[in-house]
């Protein structure tokens, strides 16, 4: 799950290369109606990835109530449904064998869904795909693919019955030891519920919109514009693939862009098919936009597994959804009703190759990517510091402002070393926060940016020393700044790591041919 926000200013924003984004302290205030205001929360590692949270409540105790709320029923489900947690109910389950065991409805209905997805993909969707995501990691452990036989051996394992459900009694019965795993659609799942959550017995508050990982669901009075990442150039400022406008519809994305295996330097998906246990790679990117959320995770994953044509044959035979699948090759596939909700002005094009020139300028030739990772804090409901990324020149003039991270103009002045520059400064006071981001889900805290070498007004800049500078401040809390000189001569590689610390667990760049 990524977030992106952006100014209501987008279209300027967008000119100058300025990605602003909300790591809260406090909730973040936007008016909405005369009654109602829009709240913003983030926090990290939650259900192993990100959450941003958008509230619409009469006052900031609602927003703070409603939150909690959220929080209190992600914990709840998750001490349910996890299959990494060795003591969730889902794990004891999956610990039995050949009996039947009462279960919570939350496990009876995700199994049932399982069941039901299972037939109507044709088997590419199946909880036992963890099968062969074992099999690829302990190969790739040893630096090999899978041989033939062990293949097979996956195949002829993920295609057995793994249970038996008894909907009178609300009993499972585990049939089988092979490893199985509800992470296909089961953070979608506890998504909607969770929104739901915040606004059960809540008359002050009117809509929320959560996103976990790229789950994204909205419900009651609120829409939004949400940003879908190019898996092909998917750093935070990166621009979106699309954007689309939604209210009261889940949407989810899947691709194995990433995660997944990596093996004598190929990358392999995280998502394979559990009837040939190979990872998929036609399918680069699968988005669903559905008005449950547990479809939409289904069908995403789905997706990014069967065919565009088994696809599009499944997709007909349901109400309310809409896809975009973009493929290997960069064909785009898209749903009927897809386009009566993308936002015009992005330009919809999946992928758009680069103008050869005889003589390409700097800001062309190479680019830098600049990774970061915020610290994992021991509080679980931990909110993310203000984080502020920018390039200077070798005079320590601003050059470029790659992300600005926040959640109101007036907690900037905590990031005093961004903060001097009077120019930068004044294009984002009062700007609003209004962006979200459905994407393949991240690792919690791992965020990637990139610098096509060019400065603020869009222009390329000359070769020279330039210094990545990250900026770290949390309210109540510490302060970090971390800097990394690099030769941008257009020409020469080189890679840096940058040292870490309270807030910034680690960091690196590294300068490369685009």
Not at 139 to 149: C, D, F, S, V
Not at 228 to 250: F, G, H, K, Y
Not at 300 to 310: D, K, Q
Not at 432 to 455: E, F, H
């Amino acid at each position: 799950m990524t977030t992106r926000l952006r100014s209501s200013a987008s279209r300027s924003f967008a000119s100058i290369g300025l990605l602003i984004a909300s790591l809260s302290a406090a909730p973040c205030v936007f008016a909405a109606t005369p009654q109602q205001h829009q709240y913003v929360f983030h926090h990290e590692n939650v259900l192993g990835t990100s959450l941003e949270l958008k509230i619409r409540a009469t006052s900031p105790d609602a927003a703070s109530r409603a939150e909690s709320g959220v929080l209190a029923e992600i914990d709840r489900e998750n001490r349910i449904l996890s299959a990494w947690q060795p003591d969730s109910e889902f794990s004891r389950w999956a610990g039995t064998q050949g009996t039947a065991e009462h279960v919570s409805p939350e496990l009876f209905q995700v199994l049932s869904l399982f069941d039901l997805w299972r037939e109507k993909t044709g088997g590419a969707l199946d909880a036992s795909a963890e099968v062969a995501v074992r099999a690829w990691k302990k190969a790739a452990a040893e630096n090999r693919a899978p041989n033939p036989t062990e293949l097979q051996t996956a195949v002829v394992q993920m295609q057995q019955p793994h249970w038996r459900l008894d909907a009178e009694h609300q009993t499972a019965t585990h049939l089988d030891r092979s490893p199985i795993a509800l992470n296909s659609f089961a953070k979608s799942y506890i998504a909607g519920n969770a929104a739901n959550a915040a606004l059960a017995n809540a008359p002050e508050v009117s809509g929320v919109l959560l996103n976990v990982g790229g789950d994204i669901v909205l419900r009651g009075s609120i829409a939004s514009s949400i940003d879908i990442a190019n898996p092909q150039a998917d750093a935070e400022n990166d621009v979106p693939m699309d954007r689309v406008t939604l209210s009261n519809r889940a949407i989810a994305t899947s691709g194995g862009y990433r995660r997944g295996v990596d093996i004598s330097g190929a990358h392999f998906s995280h998502i394979v098919d559990p009837r040939t246990a190979l990872p998929v790679n036609h399918v680069l990117s699968s988005t669903v936009i559905a008005p449950d959320p547990s479809e939409a995770g289904a069908l995403s994953t789905a997706f990014s597994v069967m065919t565009p044509g088994e696809s599009q044959r499944l997709a007909a035979q349901l109400r309310n959804v809409d896809y975009m699948i973009l493929l290997k090759d960069g064909t785009r596939i898209t749903s009927r009703g897809w386009s009566a909700l993308e936002l015009p002005r992005l330009q919809t094009a999946s992928y758009v190759p680069q103008a050869k020139s005889a003589a390409p300028a700097v800001a062309g030739a190479m680019d830098v990517t600049i990774s970061l990772e915020l610290a994992r804090m021991d509080n679980p409901r931990y909110r993310r510091p203000f984080v502020a990324v920018w390039v200077e020149d070798k005079d320590r003039f601003p050059v470029r402002t790659l992300a600005l991270w926040f959640d109101k103009t007036r907690w900037l002045p905590d990031l005093k070393t961004w903060y001097r520059d009077d120019r930068v400064r004044s294009m984002v006071e009062g700007s609003d926060v209004t962006t979200t981001v459905s994407s393949a889900t991240r690792p919690p805290g791992k965020y990637t940016l990139r610098w096509d070498g060019k400065d603020q007004a869009g222009k390329p800049v000359k070769p020279g020393k330039y210094t990545i500078s990250i900026e770290a401040a949390r309210e109540h809390g510490t302060y970090q700044v971390v800097r990394q000189e690099i030769d941008f001569d257009g020409k020469t590689p080189s890679q840096f790591t940058m040292p870490g610390n309270t807030e910034i667990a680690a960091a690196s760049v590294d300068y490369r041919k685009r």
